[in-house]
């Protein structure tokens, strides 16, 4: 309840290094997740700011602001290892009908750290483009079945940032 009621790190990152997207078909839970990186005094790439946008229930909110705690700071090979248990635990606990919020926020930092190596030409782990193709399915199946939903969903976030 501390992260729904305070979330950390809400809103959005203006010319964001990665931005990852994901949605939940089932509970229609929608994350943005942005990044900014930077390197760390022995010059490995971290994540020096994360912020997120969600649309969805109390646990979407909470594992989204669970997700940026966890990452930030972080160098992109450690945030890429956070998943679900570690979203869990820092929350003290989910309702295991919301476990999914947890998959979808580790989900969202992926794509978000995809997104970043791959505007820079950047070596992408091969299980991390694994992960990848899989969100890409999933967000082609939501969007070919309420095509007409995402298409005004996507003009509101636009017209709000």
């Given at each position: 309840?501390?992260?729904?009621?305070?979330?950390?790190?809400?809103?959005k990152?203006?010319?964001?290094?990665?931005?990852?997207?994901?949605?939940?078909?089932?509970?229609?839970?929608?994350?943005?997740?942005y990044?900014?990186?930077?390197?760390?005094?022995?010059?490995?790439?971290?994540?020096?700011?994360?912020?997120?946008?969600?649309?969805?229930?109390v646990?979407?909110?909470?594992?989204?602001?669970?997700?940026?705690?966890?990452?930030?700071?972080?160098?992109?090979?450690?945030?890429?290892?956070?998943?679900?248990?570690?979203?869990?635990?820092?929350?003290?606990?989910?309702?295991?009908?919301?476990?999914?919020?947890?998959?979808?926020?580790?989900?969202?930092l992926?794509?978000?750290?995809?997104?970043?190596?791959?505007?820079?030409?950047?070596?992408?782990?091969?299980?991390?483009?694994?992960?990848?193709?899989?969100?890409?399915?999933?967000?082609?199946?939501?969007?070919?079945?309420?095509?007409?939903?995402?298409?005004?969903?996507?003009?509101?976030?636009?017209?709000?940032?």
């Amino acid at each position: 309840m501390k992260h729904f009621l305070n979330p950390k790190n809400m809103g959005k990152i203006k010319n964001a290094d990665g931005i990852g997207k994901v949605g939940n078909l089932t509970c229609g839970d929608v994350m943005w997740l942005y990044i900014k990186v930077g390197k760390n005094k022995s010059g490995k790439e971290i994540i020096k700011d994360i912020k997120f946008e969600t649309f969805g229930c109390v646990a979407a909110l909470a594992t989204s602001s669970a997700i940026t705690e966890l990452a930030k700071g972080q160098t992109l090979d450690k945030a890429l290892k956070i998943n679900r248990a570690e979203i869990v635990k820092s929350l003290g606990g989910l309702p295991l009908i919301k476990i999914h919020c947890s998959v979808l926020a580790a989900d969202a930092l992926e794509e978000a750290i995809y997104d970043y190596l791959k505007k820079n030409k950047k070596e992408i782990p091969l299980e991390l483009q694994k992960k990848h193709e899989i969100s890409l399915k999933s967000k082609e199946s939501i969007e070919h079945r309420y095509h007409d939903w995402t298409n005004l969903e996507e003009k509101i976030h636009k017209k709000k940032n």
